[in-house]
């Protein structure tokens, strides 16, 4: 018998999976969770944000940060060790795509829009310290789906914050944990059976009805689990006004 979500956020539709490659979008709610994972940071520069993410774009908004968007153009799986330890390996990609940026402004300054920080980041999802990519089969997804009852799967996220001006920038990372209860044998079979599955790293799709019962509990901050955490970016940002951001 399913465990109900009690202490567990009522915005909770959307944790691990992020926008789907190949033009699908998140869905209305999933937006809206993000929205309400939020907090909001004040004084915060305008920025560049360097994600095509619509739900990070959907926190930042929420967060009140005035931003515009522009994608780096990095080869993420070429960067790091993915069969390593997970923090190092965000906060290299994060890095790297600050550094795509910067690089590219340098070349067109205007691009920039009068905007004096960039925001990159990176996230990937783990199972006992493991990273998982997407499944390459149901039968892959179902694998995913059911060892999610042994222990609880993991978002780790990096965040770069830079400034344009300076060349300073503050990098950290943060980690969540989503506990998941057991899933009946048939639910689990259907859900591996869907082929949405196979688009979110690690099988996982939290937003799904079906799943959302079962989901025990979040160690973390929501909007961290969706992409972007903005205890961690408000952090960053004191870095640079107490003068604590370095060149990398």
Known sequence: RPRG??????????LLAPAMPGGNLPTAITLEAAKASATRIAHFPPCLLGSQSATRRAILQAAGVDFAVLVPEVDERAIGDRG???GPLVRAVAVAK?????????????LAEGRPWLVTGDQVVTFQGHIREKPESSD?????????ARGPCATVQAICVHDLAT???????????????????????????????LQCAGGLMIEHPALQPYVERVDGTLDSVMGLSTRLLASLAAEHRAGLARPD
Request: charged letters at 20%.
């Open 5 to 14: 979500m009690a202490g567990a956020p009522s915005a909770l539709l959307l």
């Open 84 to 86: 390593g330890d997970p």
């Open 98 to 110: 600050a550094d795509a940026l910067v690089a590219r402004l340098k070349a067109d300054p205007g």
């Open 140 to 148: 892959e997804a179902l694998a995913f789906i059911e060892s999610y």
């Open 167 to 197: 060349g300073n920038r503050a990098v950290g990372v943060d980690v969540a944990e989503v506990h998941l209860a057991p899933l009946p044998s048939a639910l689990a079979w259907s859900l591996a059976a869907e082929p949405e599955m």
